[in-house]
C-alpha cells in the first residue's frame, strides 16, 4: 500500500531539536490530516488542510507547526517538544474535507512516524 | 462533544469463535460510520464504512456490521475469526461540523489463538 507514504518511520529527538515529520499522497486527494495516536487515548485530530489552506487547528501547541505546501504534501515541524508528545503520528488523505456525504469522507492512512522525546 | 466508545479494550478469542465488538457514538447529527483495522506493524486500513441505505454492512475479510440509530451503535462482527485477525480495531464516526472531521475510539485489541 502506497498511497499515504511518510517519513521517517522512526525520531528519536531532545527536547531542544528541531525536526520534521513528512507525509506524500499519491491519490489526487485534496485533504490531508495530522493525528496523533498515544497509548490508550483515542486517536487525536490535530491538523486539517483542504486544498492547502488549513482548516481545523485542534488546540494544539504552536511548538507543532504544520506546513502544506501543495495537495499532495504535508509536513509536521517540530521544536522544544516534551516527552508526553512521544506518540505515533499519522497523516491521512481524503478526496476534500468539506464534502457532506459520500466517500469523499473516507480516510487513507500513512504508517505513521514512531516519535520519541528524550 | 461528540465522543464515540468502544467497550472492550482488548479480546482474547480462539479461532473459530464469533467476534462482536461494540461502539457507541454520541452525535444527534447525520453520521458517518467506519470500522478501521490496524495489523501489528502497519497502517490503518479502512474495514467498512456505512454512508446510508441498508444498515448492515459488509466489508473485507467477512466482517460485517450494522448500524443502530435507536441506538447509536455500530458494533463489528464476524462469524468466525481467524488467527489472522489478531489485530487493533478503531470504530470512527465522521461527523459534519463545517467540515468532515473523523472522531476515533480508544480502539480494541484483539489478539486470536490458534
Known amino acids: 500500500e502506497t498511497g499515504v507514504t511518510q517519513t521517517p518511520r522512526h525520531l528519536v529527538m531532545g527536547m531542544t531539536n528541531k525536526k520534521s515529520l513528512k507525509c506524500e499522497q499519491h491519490l489526487g486527494h485534496n485533504a490531508m490530516y495530522w493525528y496523533k495516536q498515544s497509548a490508550k487515548k483515542p486517536l487525536e485530530l490535530m491538523f486539517v488542510?483542504?486544498?492547502?489552506?488549513?482548516?481545523e487547528n485542534n488546540s494544539v501547541p504552536s511548538r507543532f507547526s504544520p506546513e502544506c505546501p501543495n495537495s499532495s504534501h504535508l509536513f509536521l515541524h517540530l521544536h522544544t517538544l516534551q516527552p508526553e508528545d512521544s506518540a505515533l503520528y499519522l497523516c491521512?488523505?481524503?478526496?476534500?474535507?468539506?464534502?457532506?456525504?459520500?466517500?469523499?469522507?473516507?480516510?487513507?492512512f500513512g504508517p505513521g512516524t514512531r516519535l520519541t522525546v528524550l | 462533544a461528540q465522543s464515540v466508545s468502544q467497550h472492550n479494550h482488548h479480546v482474547i478469542l480462539s479461532e473459530a469463535a464469533s467476534l462482536e465488538l461494540g461502539c457507541n457514538y454520541s452525535y444527534g447529527g447525520t453520521v458517518n460510520l467506519f470500522w478501521y483495522v490496524q495489523y501489528p506493524g502497519q497502517h490503518l486500513q479502512l474495514l467498512l464504512k456505512y454512508f446510508s441505505g441498508d444498515p448492515l454492512v459488509k466489508g473485507i475479510k467477512g466482517f460485517e456490521a450494522e448500524f443502530i440509530k435507536s441506538k447509536f451503535s455500530f458494533n463489528l462482527r464476524k462469524p468466525s475469526v481467524q488467527w489472522s485477525d489478531t489485530a487493533e480495531y478503531f470504530c470512527a464516526v465522521n461527523v459534519n461540523t463545517g467540515f468532515q472531521k473523523l472522531v476515533f475510539g480508544t480502539g480494541t485489541r484483539l489478539l486470536v489463538s490458534p
Open positions: 488542510y483542504n486544498f492547502k489552506e488549513q482548516t
Open positions: 491521512a488523505s481524503s478526496q476534500d474535507s468539506l464534502a457532506l456525504t459520500g466517500d469523499h469522507n473516507e480516510q487513507f
